[in-house]
T-cell receptor, first 115, second 114 residues
Framework: AQSVSQHNHHVILSEAASLELGCNYSYGGTVNLFWYVQYPGQHLQLLLKYFSGDPLVKGIKGFEAEFIKSKFSFNLRKPSVQWSDTAEYFCAVIPTLSGTYKYIFGTGTRLKVLA | ETGVTQSPTHLIKTRGQQVTLRCSSQSGHNTVSWYQQALGQGPQFIFQYYREEENGRGNFPPRFSGLQFPNYSSELNVNALELDDSALYLC?????????????FGPGTRLTVL
């Protein structure tokens, strides 16, 4: 079955620390990849997406992610986190040939940034 | 441009009851997807509607049903509520049913089943 794994469920960092959140998916075909963020009390918002081309994609608020096809991974990174990055982060994939363009989400990573 | 809206915000029901959740899609969007997000989990796909027709369904029983109206707004109906149906229900709209179209999420409806 298609699935998405986010290995870090809770991450606590101090401001200015670097961030890397792991995301792996299980699907042998072509996928489109997304990272969403959910700030406290707010709805899910798109951080960045990858469809094709340069495997290093840049998103909003200084976030970037790298697609490594051989590892079925799409890890999210930020060089220096801020207190305002405290949120829950979800990785999602859409298998492009699934016929139903549904997101398959990971279980999420709760990030807390200490001021 | 109005974003995706959902109503109600919160809802409390008892086992066996029925519930209807509503979603207004973003202007210009003709596709609506519904997701269930249980506590501590990522959103799980329930079904998708495209131009008033169901366009795919996740692993949910038939007591989860939906509708899409000509203005592309949508309803999610759940019959015979069970305790495990307690969750945040998310609606997402997109311009077309395509893996290349970003889905925009509403704030969700928090359903509690007692």
């Amino acid at each position: 079955a298609q699935s998405v794994s986010q290995h870090n469920h809770h991450v606590i960092l101090s401001e200015a620390a670097s961030l890397e959140l792991g995301c792996n998916y299980s699907y042998g075909g072509t996928v489109n990849l997304f990272w969403y963020v959910q700030y406290p009390g707010q709805h899910l918002q798109l951080l960045l997406k990858y469809f094709s081309g340069d495997p290093l994609v840049k998103g909003i608020k200084g976030f970037e992610a790298e697609f490594i096809k051989s590892k079925f991974s799409f890890n999210l990174r930020k060089p220096s986190v801020q207190w305002s990055d405290t949120a829950e982060y979800f990785c999602a994939v859409i298998p492009t040939l699934s016929g139903t363009y549904k997101y398959i989400f990971g279980t999420g990573t709760r990030l807390k940034v200490l001021a | 441009e109005t974003g995706v809206t959902q109503s109600p915000t919160h809802l409390i029901k008892t086992r066996g009851q029925q519930v209807t959740l509503r979603c207004s899609s973003q202007s210009g969007h003709n596709t609506v997807s519904w997701y269930q997000q249980a506590l501590g989990q990522g959103p799980q796909f329930i079904f998708q509607y495209y131009r008033e027709e169901e366009n795919g369904r996740g692993n949910f029983p038939p007591r989860f049903s939906g509708l899409q109206f000509p203005n592309y707004s949508s309803e999610l109906n759940v019959n015979a509520l069970e305790l495990d149906d307690s969750a945040l229900y998310l609606c997402a709209s997109s311009q077309q049913t395509s893996s290349y179209n970003e889905q925009f999420f509403g704030p969700g409806t928090r359903l509690t089943v007692l």
